[in-house]
């Protein structure tokens, strides 16, 4: 890895995610013993990934960040059999579910790994891996003294401009207006991303691909219907 790959890490950065003990369910403990094996890719000390040797193909890459419970994740494997889907989050629970559904449904196109993906992206992933990235309701961290937290900064959108493949493109979903406004500032401020949505807001329609998670059906039933951004990388 180069310097400036690693320079993300440098004394440390702050996480955008909230520590959880969740317990893991008899099946999650299971899937992550026994599964493991098949769709975990290894991110120890180290190990660059090899994508086209975990998924037996060269294609379509999609990298999906944070994906908790592994709703839209599950739903994308279905719809796009010919594109392989690399999963990151740090939540346990989530991997061992996904897993096993994975197993149950049999499906092929899908790779999970457990890391931060600031230090994944930073450590195992050689450029021009990934075709399309999603992030979808990251932790909003709407207190001031916590904005340092928000997983979409400036060292992340560095990192992603490196990873991706040039014409890639960049989803990201909220509930949080606040933090809709705030991508848009840190995306439009970057010289490598670029607005794709026509909108005069600068914000992106809903996707009609994107399934309603629990997650954003809470928002919904809140009051907080979901922003949706589209960026693209520039060659
Ligand atoms: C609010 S949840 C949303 C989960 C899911 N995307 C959904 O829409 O239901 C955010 C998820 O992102 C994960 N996450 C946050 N920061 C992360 C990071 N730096 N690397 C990997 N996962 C992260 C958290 O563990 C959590 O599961």
Redesign the pocket.
């Known amino acids: 890895m180069k310097q400036e790959d690693t320079d993300a890490l440098e004394g440390g950065w702050s996480r ?2 909230r520590r959880r003990q969740g317990q893991l369910t008899r099946a999650q403990r299971l899937a992550l013993r026994e599964l493991s094996p098949r769709f975990l890719l290894d991110a120890s000390w180290g190990v660059t990934l090899d994508l086209p040797a975990a998924f037996g193909r060269q294609g379509r890459v999609v990298l999906e ?5 592994g ?2 994740l599950l739903a994308q494997a279905e719809r796009l059999p010919d594109t392989d889907i690399v999963g ?4 346990t629970p ?1 991997l061992g579910s996904v897993m096993r559904a994975l197993d149950e449904r049999a499906l092929p196109n899908v790779r999970v790994v457990r890391r ?3 230090e994944l992206l930073a450590r195992h992933v050689p450029d021009a891996s990934f075709d399309e990235v999603w992030i ?4 909003p961290w709407p207190r001031e003294k916590d904005v340092h937290r928000r ?1 979409m900064r400036t060292e992340l959108l560095d990192l992603l401009a490196r990873r991706m493949r040039p014409g890639g493109e960049l989803r990201l979903a909220t509930d949080v207006r606040a933090y809709a406004e705030y991508a848009l500032e840190v995306l439009d401020a970057h010289p490598r991303f670029t607005n794709l949505s026509a909108r005069d807001d600068g914000l992106a329609a809903r996707p009609e691909w994107r399934p309603m ?1 629990k ?2 059906s809470r928002g919904v039933e809140r009051g907080r219907p979901s922003h949706d951004l589209w960026f693209g990388l520039l060659a």
Not at 65 to 69: D, I, P, S
Not at 88 to 91: A, L, N
Not at 136 to 139: G, I, Q, R, S, V
């Open positions: 955008s995610y960040v944070g994906f908790g419970m709703e839209n990151v989050e740090v939540h989530g931060d993906v600031i979808f309701f990251p932790e997983l998670t997650y954003e």
